[in-house]
């Protein structure tokens, strides 16, 4: 991972909010997101969803994953830990900015890909 850009926002806050499946991430700029977990999950900076070069993955059945570990990695990102066994991501601090900045926009374009290859939320 390329390293944090000088003017990155920083987090200031990370609270998993379990019964509700979110991590809420407030940074330093006064920004706050509201992430569901399955978002998290298929939008994974890892290998497996991001593709080695290629194109993203579609990653279906995620509507009920949780958190059940959030794992530092230096000053710099977050490894989260999912009840489906996906470990592999690591979330930095721009990556979850950006996910949570473009939140709306690539929700619908996950449903969009998955309704396009008649793919399902649930599980």
């Known amino acids: 991972m390329a390293g944090l850009q000088p ?3 920083i987090p200031t806050e990370l609270t998993l909010h379990a019964a509700s499946r979110l991590l809420e991430v407030a940074f ?4 706050r ?13 890892s290998a497996e969803v991001r593709g080695h ?11 009920a994953v949780n958190i ?10 977050v490894k989260l830990v999912f009840d489906d066994g996906h470990n592999s991501g690591l979330y930095g601090w721009d ?6 900045r473009n939140q709306a926009a690539n929700w619908n374009d996950y ?3 998955l309704a396009a290859l008649g793919l399902s939320r649930d599980s």
């Open 7 to 9: 003017d990155s926002p």
């Open 33 to 45: 997101f509201k992430l569901p977990c399955e978002y998290l999950r298929v939008y994974s900076p």
């Open 28 to 31: 330093d700029d006064g920004a």
């Open 68 to 77: 059940t570990a959030i794992e530092p990695v230096g000053h710099y990102a």
């Open 95 to 100: 990556t979850l900015y950006e996910l949570g």
């Open 53 to 63: 070069g290629g194109p993203m993955q579609t990653v279906p059945g995620k509507q």
């Open 111 to 113: 449903l969009q890909r």
